[in-house]
């Protein structure tokens, strides 16, 4: 199975910290500071998270994903193209979410 968290622990100077799993949109990627969600951080790149304040010394930091599967990517309608994009992004968005 897929990897689709990264955990670390806090020395209070390091800001930034990277992950390697997928994610379709930012909004996807969470992250929890001693099993407290927060937002307080942004996106330095890609596959790096910048923490706004150093989490303190010790304290245990959860990247993970969480992709909404509320609703489908893409949506088809009989006698409409179907694009293999569209269904490459729900086959992906199911992926994930099975993950």
């Known amino acids: 199975m897929a990897n689709t968290s990264v955990s670390y622990t806090g020395n209070g100077s390091t800001t930034n910290y990277s992950f390697t799993f ?33 989490p303190g010394s010790g304290v ?24 293999a994009e569209d269904l490459n992004d729900n086959f992906t968005q199911t992926r994930f979410a099975v993950e």
């Open 60 to 83: 245990a930091i959860r990247i993970y994903r969480d992709t909404d599967v509320a609703a489908a990517k893409a949506t088809f309608f009989a006698g409409s193209a179907i694009k």
């Open 22 to 54: 997928e994610y379709l949109k930012e909004a996807e990627v969470k992250v929890t500071l001693d099993g407290t969600a927060t937002t307080a951080f942004t996106f330095a790149n890609a596959t790096t998270l910048s923490f706004t304040t150093a």
